[in-house]
């Protein structure tokens, strides 16, 4: 998703889905939260994963 | 002899199996210790002295008997409150959960009480393990934090208020503490030891962490913890290693590799020093010290844990949070409310992450026995509305390898400064033998003033 967006991108995204889900004021409180979770996936998605690495969960 | 409620884990289970001191002396005495601190550090969630007193007694009375003595037998402990205690409220720092008495004992509970050990009560832990403060203190100087998130147990263990505690760790919750506070923070290898009855965080990231004064007995207590559990569906099924045999065996250097970079330039100006030393006093014993580069992946892996992080703690909490969100602090809402909103495609984005950077710290190790880095960026932050800075540990939480902190030193302003030792997935033997080696090699002991 966020391999070329940028942080104002993803954090509009996840505003949309916070406003779905909470409402848009309270959407609105999260803002700063969800800045710095929209910078955590930008950052996350700075490096490049082969394609057919599976994840691991235990 | 010294006071009882100082003598670490080893010394009072060799001296109650030899009779030499009573299981109730000692339990008398760290109830002693903790009645005149607790007013000033608070520590404790909830104290169950006269459930201690019984269990002193029957550990007695077996050892009268003839009974074989266990590994810990007549140790008092506490346990962080989120470790489900059979019978005793288990309320996880949380409103939510003020009133939780579990119907049944953490895994990690019973095997410690089938060694022999005393269980003194809970301590406290920050709400769910999370971020928001405690209002434990710390025993160095109330005006900075213990940190957290297993800070009573970190505290009491400092103030010789018992000698071993349990913690967890999801971000760096148990060896930030033991840092900030003086003493030794263990996490072993995810999965080592059960997480079955321990109220998560995250459940791929969660570790039970162990809090003493020393590694002797964080081998100790190691050796009685871990091993396989049918409840946990992440715990390792590899033999379990011989701990005590490995701390008592670390007569050879280690080789280490030093990691600098991020750490160097995340770490303030005494502790970047500090940490220079450390490393010249273990060159200068022997030790093969070279520094190590840090993998591609590094760059992204903070901000990956965060996302796993968010989404679990969300999914926990689910229904619970939803019904009265108004219960929870603000740092926890926050993140809750986070993971809500991370889409499904980045959380597995940080799992698959997760995946290459265990393989590219795995190949960390082609030289050397164990990675070190200071302990935590910084002393103990002079402020109580932060736990302080978890990222030198979260990086090795979210890959599951073993990793300690021990004390290497005092700040000028008088907290104490430590180093951490990392080693690769289940090699626990390897990372307590080397941390043994370095604690003898810096011999130092921190005793705070209360």
Redesign the interface.
Known sequence: ??NERSVEEVLA???T??AH??GEEDAER?RP??Q??A???V?????T??PD?????? | MPALHTLGAATVAALVRTREISPVEVTEACLKRIEALEPMLKAWATLDAEGAMAAAQRCEQALQRGEAAGLLCGVPIGLKDIFYTAGLRTAAGSRVYADFVPPYDATSVLRLQQAGAIRLGKTITTEFATADPSPTHNPWNPAHTPGGSSSGSAAAVAARMLPVALGSQTGGSTLRPAAYNGIVGLKPTYGRISRYGVIPVSWCLDHVGILVRSVEDAALVLQVLAGYDAHDPGSLTEPVGNYLMAVQQADHPPRIGVLREFFAETADAETRQHTEAVVTQLSRASAAVREVALPPSFGSVLAAHRVIMHVEVAAFHDKMFLAQRELYGPKLRESIESGYAIPGVEYLRAQRLRRLFQEEVEQMFRDVDVLLTPATPAPAPRDLSTTGDARFQSPWTYAGVPAIAIPSGRSQDGMPLGVQLIAPARQETRLLQAARWCEATLNVTLTPPV
Request: glycine share 0%.
């Open positions: 998703m966020a995204l996840l505003s889905h916070a889900l909470w999260q939260a969800l710095q979770t910078e955590q996936i950052t996350m998605n700075r490096y994963l082969p690495l599976e994840p691991r969960f235990f």
